[in-house]
């Protein structure tokens, strides 16, 4: 109920304005991220003179859509970064279409233009298993609850469906069934997926459980510094600032949330998982942006690289 009443305030701030209508229907993490974004193009598109208030999306065009793509190619964006500064203006304009504010034509055009094909490596860096074992290492040497949570929370966070961070805060008790080990993750758009917590994840979790009680509410919650166990749901930059001090702690040179990710996809197909059942457990939308985390033709192409005899003897 509190979430319906909050969606109705921000509503009724500007009911009539796609960006508004269309940010209110995200999760979390993608409001923030994408208010940013819809940010940067108002401020780009107008050379700041507007924001995102004022902007007036629903004049948006293919033409214009197009020229902001172009735009930001030349300037040197990322082919991930392009698509998002679409899929922003993608869901706005849908926004003004559904609002009576766009014809469905001119949503349909520019709904029509094309995203930019993706052809880099992944951000970041796959974690080795000696780095895993010492950031759990350094949780288990914290004998105060923050050290047994954190040991749980980055179980998970490799092990289990390789969850974000925005997934692993929002993860209540009721979203775990201890008996079979099923997890139920909120992921991006809203989507709900399931991962099991088996072996270390299941016991590592099982041991945070015996010290934060049966309470319902979030899975995780917050530890003040007396080592006393608060009971309020964690923040996304509080994992971002837990990994960062268990990763000093451990001696594990620098590494981001999503490596523990990245990690999880890529040792489960190197163990030759079915890379279909793998995209699922991860939560892509498309198996083709799991592949990209596939380090296998990189191992075949290393191995037909050593085929090959260069013939030098160096200097003597």
């Known amino acids: 109920m509190k979430q319906i009443i909050k969606v109705k305030n921000e509503l009724a701030r500007d009911d009539h304005n796609p960006a508004a209508i269309y940010l209110v229907g995200l999760s979390g993490a993608g409001r923030y991220t994408m208010r940013r974004t819809l940010e940067a193009i108002a401020a780009m598109v107008s050379n700041g003179e507007t924001n995102i208030e004022s902007f007036a999306w629903n004049e948006l065009r293919f033409q214009h859509v197009t020229a902001i793509k172009s735009k930001l190619e030349s300037a040197g964006y990322k082919p991930a970064t392009i698509n998002k500064f679409l899929a922003a203006l993608r869901g706005t304009s849908r926004a003004a279409w559904l609002d009576g504010q766009m014809s469905a034509e001119d949503y349909q055009r520019v709904k029509a233009v094309k995203i930019v094909k993706n052809d880099t490596l992944p951000a970041g860096r796959g974690m080795t298993k000696s780095e895993l074992s010492a950031l759990l290492s350094a949780c288990e040497d914290d004998e105060t609850p923050a050290g047994t949570r954190d040991a749980a929370i980055i179980a998970m966070m490799y092990s289990c469906g390789g969850l974000r961070r925005a997934e692993v805060v929002s993860l209540d008790l009721a979203d775990y069934d201890a008996e079979s080990g099923r997890l139920k993750i909120r992921g991006k758009g809203n989507k709900e997926r399931t991962a099991y917590v088996t072996g270390g994840a299941e016991g590592a979790l099982s041991d ?3 010290l934060r009680g049966d309470n319902l509410g979030a899975l995780f919650v917050a530890i003040n510094k007396g080592g006393n166990i608060q009971g309020g749901r964690l923040t996304s930059q509080a994992i971002y600032n837990m990994l960062q001090k268990r990763g000093d702690e451990a001696g594990v040179k620098s590494f981001s949330p999503h490596d523990l990710r990245r990690s999880f996809i890529s040792d489960l197909l190197d163990a030759g998982a079915d890379i279909t059942t793998v995209s699922k ?3 892509h939308a498309n198996v083709t942006t799991t592949s990209r985390y ?17 013939p030098y003897h160096g200097r003597a």
């Not at 033709?297 to 260069?310: I, Q």
């Open 208 to 210: 945070w459980l015996n």
């Open 294 to 310: 596939d380090r296998r033709p990189e191992e075949a192409k290393r191995k037909a690289a050593s085929l090959l005899h260069v």
């Open 281 to 283: 457990m991860a939560g």
